[in-house]
């Protein structure tokens, strides 16, 4: 086995800030890349402010998401700035970016202005709604995308205010999109040589989720509501009440759906006329939400589930994020990786969540200080240390040595 992850040697140049940008940059890092986050000078990604503080320069935020990857503060707006830049596209495979479309091209770093320069180059855009159509140029948060893209008109419960899903769902999403195209440019570009745009953005990713309530409005042009915990086309595939909480159940096909009723000893329900097909039950779901949880409310959660698993029903607990990281089997996978740092002590991270057998990703550093590699990059990269000076000394380059005040 090869003591390298799967990207290692890929230069990523990192000019993203918040969410869906840096998880991009994050998943390429975890697999090994060479992630080098170009933050302006001012303040850096405005990630480092958001949320709780642990140290100067960090927020827990900031740190989940920016892992493995180096800090190198830079004025892209200074002519000298956009120089250095350039020198350094020479050496790298993919830039990244999420500003608003047209600012990078307004900076003459464009993808037409670096891939005269690199023409192999992966040149990836996330925004908000996308490069080209009537809103390209809107700015866009994780909100107004699930707005948008009809991912809060079907979260929720009937009747209910609108909800968005609990997580910044098309900030992720987005991340792993842009991910997934570099990957496929990359392997392109190895092919042949060619480089080439990658160009994603939130409201796309929101809509590439709506997979059941799209194929029915196709279908039919039936609009779907919130349905809670409810499934758009199968039943009784939900949260049910139990005596001290509830618990997830899914029965979605008829043997999965007869297997619980044994489970239950509700063996009746099998030929009951109203819940006899799946579409039956499907017509009559919160009838037959109502039955099960008469059965299920007698006992425990807990109890339940160990019946439950013992007779191979598929069902499940709703966790709090505290019973999320005691869970043996998100244990097992590790998927809660402690990363030791002679400044701030121990950092939980969220694990790798795709292994690889031969060349795993690794969570190696902890994230960057504001501009805590400029000098680093530059000398690798072929800057010499009077150039390093002269870029510091002018104040297009800050560099910084040290962990900063504890607050």
């Known amino acids: 086995m090869t003591t390298d992850s799967a990207l290692t040697g890929v230069v990523v140049l990192d000019l993203t800030q918040i969410m869906a940008g840096p998880f991009c940059t994050m998943v390429l890092a975890d697999m090994g890349a060479d992630v080098i986050k170009v933050e302006r000078p001012n303040g850096g990604d405005d990630q480092r402010r958001m949320g709780p503080p642990f140290i100067k320069d960090w927020s827990a935020g900031f740190l989940a998401l920016n892992r493995n990857k180096r800090s190198l503060a830079v004025d892209l707006r200074s002519e000298s700035g956009q120089a250095m830049f350039k020198r350094l596209v020479e050496g790298a495979d993919v830039v990244v970016e999420n500003f608003r479309p047209g600012v990078m091209g307004r900076l003459g770093l464009g993808y037409e202005a670096l891939a005269a320069i690199k023409p192999s180059l992966v040149y990836c855009s996330v925004s908000g709604f996308g490069n080209t159509g009537p809103d390209a140029t809107k700015g866009g948060f994780d909100l107004v995308a699930q707005g948008v893209s009809g991912l809060m008109s079907i979260t929720g419960h009937p009747e209910m205010p609108p909800a968005k899903v609990g997580v910044p769902i098309t900030d992720i999403s987005a991340g792993l999109l842009a991910a997934n195209g570099i990957l496929c440019a990359y392997i392109h570009a190895l092919k042949t040589g060619q480089g080439q745009q990658v160009d994603t953005s939130l409201m796309e990713a929101g809509v590439a989720y709506t997979v059941w309530e799209s194929s029915v409005y196709f279908a039919d042009g039936e609009i779907p509501g919130p349905l ?24 979605a096909t008829q043997p999965t759906w007869e297997q619980l009723c044994r489970a239950i000893g509700q063996e009746a329900l099998i030929d009951d006329p109203r819940f006899k097909v799946p579409g039956d039950r499907k017509a009559r779901q919160d009838e037959l939400a109502s039955l099960l949880e008469e059965t299920f409310t007698t006992d425990t959660t807990e109890n339940w589930l160990k019946m439950l698993e013992e007779a191979g029903v598929v069902a ?87 962990p900063g005040t504890k607050r």
């Open 316 to 402: 499940g607990p709703i966790y709090n994020m505290d019973q999320v990281y005691k869970d043996p089997q998100v244990l097992a996978r590790k998927m809660l990786v402690g990363l030791e740092d002679p400044d701030l002590g121990t950092i939980h991270n969220i694990g790798i969540p795709v292994k690889l057998s031969a060349t795993p990703g690794q969570i190696r550093t902890r994230a960057p200080m504001l501009g805590e590699h400029s000098s680093e990059i530059l000398l690798e990269r072929g800057f010499s240390k009077a150039e390093v000076g002269e870029l510091v000394e002018a104040g297009v380059v800050v560099e910084n040595q040290g």
């Open 228 to 251: 809670g915990s409810a499934h758009r086309v199968s039943a009784p595939y939900q949260a049910l009440r139990t005596k001290d909480g509830y618990l997830n159940i899914g029965a």
